[in-house]
């Protein structure tokens, strides 16, 4: 699977992993360099707390378009680290 955003790789790994239909790929398949800490956080009940990343220089169109759960719940203990997209990246083979 690979991530990508106006043309850039975000994340590419042949071990995602799938929860609720989103791919979350393991943290060492993703281009940290091309991301930056968002301030957007939220909350799941079963997750726990996602942060959010940004396109480094996207502007607004790439504001908190990843997110992951640094610290999950048990329950979702496997994602731990790994990165999901939306709002505009698109995610495929």
Not at 42 to 53: E, H, L, M, N
Request: charged letters at 15%; glycine letters at 10%.
């Amino acid at each position: 699977m690979r991530a990508t955003w106006n043309g850039t790789v975000l994340a590419e790994s042949a071990a995602t992993v799938v929860v609720e239909g989103n791919h979350y790929f393991p943290p060492d398949a993703v281009l940290w360099d091309a991301l930056e800490p968002a301030e957007l956080h939220s909350v799941c009940p079963w997750k726990g707390t996602a942060r959010y990343w940004s396109v480094a220089g996207g502007g607004q169109e790439g504001e908190a378009v990843a997110w992951e759960y640094p610290e999950p719940n048990s329950a979702a203990s496997h994602i731990a680290g790994h990165v999901a997209f939306w709002r505009g990246v698109k995610v495929g083979d």
